[in-house]
C-alpha cells in the first residue's frame, strides 16, 4: 500500500522523521510509492494571527518543497479547508483517491494543532489506516525531559541542565540524510496556489528572504563558519548581523532544530556547554526553544490567550488605542521603538533584544495588555511562531514562566546607546533623526536637544515619560500583594 505524507510545518526533504519514515515503508511494497499532502487552511490562519508575509515565505517554500519532492518521485498534492475542523475528512478522501493505506506525520504541540491531529488520527484508525507520527520540531519530545517528580520544568536553566544531560546520557537523535527515491506513480502533483483566499501576500518579501532549504542550509553553515565563534558578545548588537537570522527557516520547517544543534556541535569539537562561548551560548538559544515547546504541552493555557502565571490576570491594563497605534507604528518619540516597530513593518523581521525592548515598552511603558503586541507580532512576523512569540512577551510582560521580574523595566534610551552607540540602527530606520550628529541626542531627543528640536525633525516627543511610566508600573503590580 502507498504512504500518505502529510507536511505542516516540516518543509524539507533532508532530516524530515516522518517523510523518511514513509519512504522506507513504501520501499519494500511492490505496489507502494509515496503521496504527500499539504493542508491550506486559510480561515484558521487568519484565527491564529499568521501574517501575510508568514504565508508567502511559506508558499515560496512549499514550492521549493514540491521540486525537491519531485525529484524522489513524490507528487504534492494540496488540499484546502477553511479550518483544521475539515482536516480529517478531506484526508481521508486523499487517501481513499490515492489508495493510502498508512498516514506518516510530524507532531506539532499547539493546542488547535495537537487537536486536529487527535482528531485526524481517530478517523484514519476508524478507516482502517494505520498511522505514524513523529518528533520534529524538537530534539526531545516535550515532556521527555522532565523533574524528579515528573513534572514539566517552569525554569529554563534546570531544564537547560537536564535537557544536556539527557543528551549526553542517551542517544541524540543523528540528522537524517535525503530519503530513498520512489518508483513513479500515477498521481499527478498540484500547482501551487498563487492565491489563498482573505491573504494577500503579493508583498512577501521575496528577496529578503529566500525560501526553500538550500537557502537555510546555506545559512547554517555560514553562520556556524563565521559569526558563531562571536555569537555571545555580538548577538545583542542589533545593528550588525551578528545572529543567524534562520528563525523563519525553523518556523517553515525549511531546517530542523536537529540541523542547528549538530552543526554547532560540529564547530565546536563536540562541546554543548563549554569551548566556544559563541558556540554555548547559541545552543542555549536552541534549548529555550525547546523550554518553550515545553511550556505549550504542559501548560496548554498560554495556546489559549491566558498567562502562565494565572494570578497576573488582575494586572489593570489600561486601554488606549492611540498609545497602541502609536506603538504599532512607530510614532512613540522613543527612537529606538520607533526604528524597530518600522524595521518590523518593512522586513516582518526583528533582532531579539529590539522584540524585548519593544515588549517591555509596550507592556511597562504603555501598561498595555501584552496580548495585544503578541498579536501585533503574529500578524507581522515572517518567522511567527506561537511558542516563541508567546514566551517572549510573557517574559517581557514578567506574566510568563521564569519571566523579568515586574519591577525591570528596560531604559530604551540606555538600551539603545549600549547597543547602537552610534545610532546606525536608528538613522536608518527613522530618517526624522537621520541629520541628527549629536551622540547622545539620536538616542534621547527631548533630553539632549536644544529647544525646537522636535518641531524641526517633525518626529514627536515621548509619548510617555520613562520615571513616570516605571511609577505606574509598580503601582499596577502592587494590585496582586
Not at 508568514?54 to 517554500?61: P, W
Not at 540524510?177 to 498540484?190: M, N, T
Not at 556541535?265 to 529555550?288: F, M, Q, Y
Not at 516582518?348 to 507580532?377: C, Q, T, Y
Request: charged share 25%; hydrophobic share 40%.
Amino acid at each position: 500500500m502507498r504512504a500518505l505524507m502529510w507536511f505542516r510545518g516540516d518543509l524539507r526533504v533532508r532530516d524530515n522523521p516522518a517523510l523518511d519514515a514513509a519512504c522506507r515503508a513504501a520501499s519494500k511494497d511492490a505496489n507502494g510509492g509515496v503521496v504527500a499532502a499539504f493542508t491550506i487552511c486559510p480561515k484558521q490562519w487568519q484565527a491564529h494571527d499568521w501574517a501575510d508575509v508568514r504565508v508567502g515565505f511559506m508558499m515560496r517554500t512549499l514550492a521549493e518543497l514540491q521540486d525537491a519532492l519531485a525529484e524522489r518521485n513524490i507528487p504534492l498534492r494540496i488540499v484546502t479547508t477553511p479550518t483544521f475542523a475539515e482536516a480529517p475528512k478531506a484526508l481521508g478522501w486523499l487517501a481513499q483517491e490515492v489508495r493510502a493505506g498508512a498516514l506518516y506525520f510530524n507532531d506539532e504541540y499547539e493546542i488547535n494543532e495537537q487537536r486536529r491531529d487527535e482528531q485526524v488520527q481517530a478517523a484514519f484508525e476508524k478507516a482502517g489506516r494505520a498511522v505514524h507520527r513523529f518528533t520534529d520540531q524538537v530534539v526531545f519530545r516535550p515532556g521527555e525531559v522532565l523533574t524528579k517528580d515528573e513534572r514539566f520544568y517552569t525554569v529554563f536553566t534546570p531544564f537547560k541542565k537536564a535537557w544536556i544531560n539527557h543528551w549526553r546520557e542517551g542517544e541524540p537523535p543523528e540528522v537524517l540524510g535525503l530519503p530513498k527515491k520512489q518508483p513513479e506513480i500515477d498521481v499527478a502533483s498540484d500547482e501551487i496556489p498563487q492565491h489563498v483566499s482573505g491573504i494577500d501576500f503579493t508583498n512577501d518579501l521575496a528577496e529578503r528572504w529566500p525560501a526553500g532549504e538550500k537557502e537555510a542550509a546555506k545559512r547554517l553553515d555560514r553562520f556556524v563558519e563565521g559569526r558563531l565563534a562571536d555569537y555571545k558578545d555580538a548577538r545583542d548588537l542589533y545593528p550588525m548581523d551578528g545572529t543567524s537570522t534562520l528563525s523563519p527557516y525553523l518556523a517553515a520547517g525549511a531546517i530542523s532544530p536537529r540541523q542547528c544543534f549538530w552543526g554547532a556541535l560540529e564547530a565546536n569539537n563536540n562541546r554543548l556547554d563549554s569551548g566556544s562561548k559563541g558556540a554555548a551560548t547559541w545552543i542555549s538559544e536552541l534549548i529555550w526553544r525547546e523550554f518553550y515547546r515545553n511550556i505549550l504541552v504542559g501548560f496548554p493555557r498560554v495556546s489559549m490567550h491566558q498567562p502562565f502565571r494565572t494570578e497576573t490576570r488582575s494586572i489593570p491594563w489600561r486601554d488606549d488605542e492611540e498609545e497602541l497605534a502609536a506603538w504599532k507604528e512607530g510614532r512613540t518619540g522613543y527612537p529606538v521603538v520607533d526604528a524597530a516597530m518600522r524595521c518590523l513593518s518593512a522586513t516582518g523581521w526583528m533582532h531579539n533584544r529590539l522584540r524585548m525592548i519593544v515588549a517591555m515598552f509596550l507592556s511597562k511603558h504603555l501598561l498595555l495588555d501584552w496580548r495585544l503586541g503578541e498579536k501585533h507580532f503574529m500578524r507581522s512576523l515572517v518567522d511567527g511562531d506561537l511558542a516563541n512569540n508567546n514566551g517572549g512577551w510573557q517574559w517581557s510582560a514578567s506574566t510568563g514562566t521564569d519571566a523579568a521580574p515586574y519591577f525591570r523595566v528596560f531604559n530604551p534610551f540606555l538600551q539603545s546607546k549600549r547597543y547602537d552607540p552610534k545610532g546606525e540602527f536608528i538613522r536608518a530606520w527613522v530618517p526624522e533623526l537621520a541629520g541628527v550628529e549629536d551622540g547622545n541626542a539620536i538616542h534621547n531627543p527631548q533630553e539632549h536637544a536644544g529647544g525646537g528640536l522636535f518641531a524641526r525633525l517633525d518626529y514627536p516627543e515621548p509619548i510617555v515619560d520613562h520615571a513616570k511610566a516605571r511609577d505606574r508600573v509598580m503601582e499596577a503590580w502592587g494590585v496582586m500583594k
